[in-house]
């Protein structure tokens, strides 16, 4: 397939960007990791741009894209959609300069991120929160351009592609020796678009990998089919990184710049989330983990090399807290549910305590109402396990003590209910 290389980013452009916006927004810090790099036996650094005012990279964008506003489109205001990072940065620069926007968001965004972008953009900004995914709060902020606002995307445009490509402007100025790879977490294609642009120009020998959601793999599919596709449906949770479409310039130039994608469960992420936190005092969210949790993916060939993982943001709810923990222990094989039918005579619950849970098991969830009419009663339990292997063992002694057990893990439309 022939491409068209006047689609990408140039070098003017990002140093250009990088001029307009220097002044509000952070060139943040590249620094090594001793954990990721002991770990996987190579140098790996981490692009803190958790490290921003706004907690993401996404004011790169949002305010390069604003700086080009005519006076007659500041007078009559901004529009904007986003799942939180984006609105953000559109929020700030709003603020800063005076320009009175209009802001759509998921009903599902976090509401962290929510007060976070009323903060930042204080009485020049207004927030809607409709639908359920970004792309449906897109549609309500393109429906805001016919009052005469003008539409700041998040990420399918070129002022925007040009504004994220400082990223890969700092890094090539901060680190001077050959760098292998880049890893990028994908959402709508701003970033790695706009990094793989300027690494395409400038270091066209690194390779640059994007990492999504398995849950919502836009781009993963887009560019195995040649073609953009949008998703029917997807995960949110990783919220700065599930879109149902990517965009059009982006995947044109992501045909061009990525050397390949991966997918990385969500579990996976939180597990990374929760060893960000303890091991190295980092707060992210889900997609700011996305890039590192994909390193075990390609441990064998990353070996003495140099990799740059992106952190692409913090913006995380401390209320998500038990929803991460318990999906990286999903994940990791250590937390599994059951529907448990139960004798309803006096001491069946201690016959299961005795018989089935080894010495390391631990109830964590356990939802049983006593009905006198029936012989049986259904449980709810909640298991957690010390080692992934103990799994097998549990299963061995319910078998052996004749307990009668549905698996709700393997059921998820169940699981979701119950759990």
Known sequence: ?????????????????????????????????????????????????????????????????????????????????????????????????????????????????????????????????????????????????????????????????????????????????????????????????????????????????????????AMYESLRQGKVVTLETIDNFVDGAAVKRVGDLNFAIAQQVVDRMLLVPEGKVCSEMLRLYNDEGLVVEPAGALAIAALEQIKDEIQGKTVVCIVSGSNNDINRTEEIRDRALLYEGLQHYFIIKFPQRAGALRDFLNNVLGPTDDITHFEYTKKHNRETGPALVGLQIAKADDYAGLIERMNASHIEYQVVNEQRMLFDLLV
């Open 1 to 217: 397939m022939v491409h068209d290389s006047t689609v990408l980013a140039s070098v003017q452009s990002i140093h250009e960007a990088e001029t307009r916006i220097r002044d509000n927004v952070r060139h943040t810090p590249l620094l090594p990791s001793a954990r990721l790099s002991l770990a996987f036996d190579a140098n790996v650094l981490l692009k803190r741009e958790d490290l921003q005012d706004v907690r993401s990279y996404k004011i790169r964008g949002a305010y390069n894209r604003m700086t080009q506003l005519t006076p007659a489109q500041r007078a009559a205001g901004v529009v904007c959609a986003s799942a939180g990072n984006h609105a953000q940065g559109f929020a700030y620069a709003c603020n800063a300069m005076q320009i009175n926007g209009r802001i759509y968001m998921p009903a599902v965004t976090p509401k962290q991120k929510v007060d976070k972008v009323r903060m930042f953009g204080k009485e020049h900004v207004d927030v809607f929160l409709v639908g359920d995914t970004f792309d449906d709060a897109a549609a309500e902020a393109h429906k805001a351009t016919a009052e005469g606002l003008t539409y700041v995307p998040p990420f399918d445009d070129p002022a925007i592609v040009a504004g994220q490509g400082t990223v890969g402007l700092e890094i090539l100025a901060d680190y001077t020796e050959p760098i292998d790879y880049v890893l990028v977490a994908v959402g709508g294609g701003g970033l790695i678009s706009g990094l793989g642009s300027y690494f395409h120009h400038q270091s066209p020998a690194t390779k640059i990998i994007g990492v999504e959601p398995t849950g919502a793999p």
